[in-house]
């Protein structure tokens, strides 16, 4: 009887070498480099000759749907997950980063805050902690006067370029790899969605990120629809030391008070922001076509707002 090929020596051991992948897990993905160690290591188990390269068993692994190869294109190259079972668009999205997080409309989303589903991940990589580091938000370090407010919100919104695209089971995603101000892993909690332990964002910290950049959440009258579905949900005190303890130059606590305000919050809850000073007119967005103000909390916000 003739000696089976390598490759009729892995469709024979097919069920096999699929029980390896899903004895780590139901589902789940390994990168390029990490495959490349699973087969090796399981070359004996699988009774796949020595001199099969990684190269023929993927192909096989993929040929055969034991593995689904997922390309994510970056902004400066590609690569690739090899996926088994139905595995997190969230985990695909923080694989991409190192001490990544989930934030802005994605945590706003899996904290129950908004009733969209969007096929955007937002995804943060903090910056080194370097003290002459100013956030992307308000980063001219000229000196803080009025007139500088008003020319950077008649400008857009700053958005990173660092886009990734891919698809999963028939469905397009993008991810913004964010990369923001160093605040220490401020608010970032472990959460469990679908048996997994995600990072993300706690309600505090996503409300000031929302306020900080409403085009990450799909806008201004979504961030005042979080902060209405959020009460009774967060600490307004928490909020309050963190937003103290993440030092921006620009007035956000003025935003913050304005959105609590036209939720409903109660007077004394209003009062924890007014500790605060209001000095400057600030913008609730930016480039406002039509505005009115606000005298209380001296911002500027899109006409017909919350009316």
Not at 32 to 44: Q, T
Not at 286 to 303: G, L
């Amino acid at each position: 009887m003739p000696r089976l090929s390598r490759f009729a020596l892995m469709e024979r051991n097919k069920d096999v070498i699929a029980k390896s992948f899903y004895d780590q897990g139901q589902s789940g993905f390994f990168s390029l480099p990490e495959i490349a160690n699973f087969i090796e290591k399981n070359k004996p188990e699988w009774s796949v000759p020595n001199k099969t390269s990684v190269i023929e068993i993927l192909k096989f692994l993929t040929g055969e749907e034991i593995l689904k190869e997922i390309t994510i294109k970056l902004p400066r190259r590609s690569t690739a997950r090899y996926a088994w079972g139905s595995p997190s668009v969230y985990e695909i999205a923080l694989s991409l980063n190192k001490n990544s997080y989930l934030t802005h409309y994605s945590a706003l989303f899996l904290h129950g805050l908004t009733n969209n589903v969007t096929k955007t991940v937002y995804t943060n990589v903090e910056q080194g902690n370097k003290s002459y580091y100013y956030d992307d938000d308000d980063d001219d370090e000229d000196e803080m006067e009025q007139k500088n407010i008003d020319l950077a919100f008649s400008r857009p919104m700053r958005k990173t370029n660092q886009i990734a695209h891919f698809e999963l089971d028939n469905t397009k995603y993008q991810v913004y790899m964010l990369n923001g101000k160093y605040h220490g892993r401020l608010g970032v909690k472990e959460l469990k969605i679908d048996k997994l332990q995600l990072p993300i964002t706690d309600i505090e910290r996503t409300l000031i990120d929302i306020v900080v950049r409403p085009n990450y959440c799909g806008g201004v009258e979504e961030v005042l629809d979080a902060f209405i579905a959020a009460k009774g949900k967060f600490s307004v005190n928490k909020l309050v030391s963190n937003l103290k303890k993440m030092k921006y130059k620009y007035p956000y606590h003025q935003l913050i008070g304005f959105y609590l305000e036209k939720s409903d919050y109660k007077p004394d809850i209003l009062n924890l922001l007014k500790q605060f000073e209001i000095k400057y007119n600030f913008y609730l967005t930016y480039q406002m076509k039509e505005k009115s103000y606000s005298d209380t909390w001296k911002v500027y916000y899109p006409k017909g707002f919350a009316e």
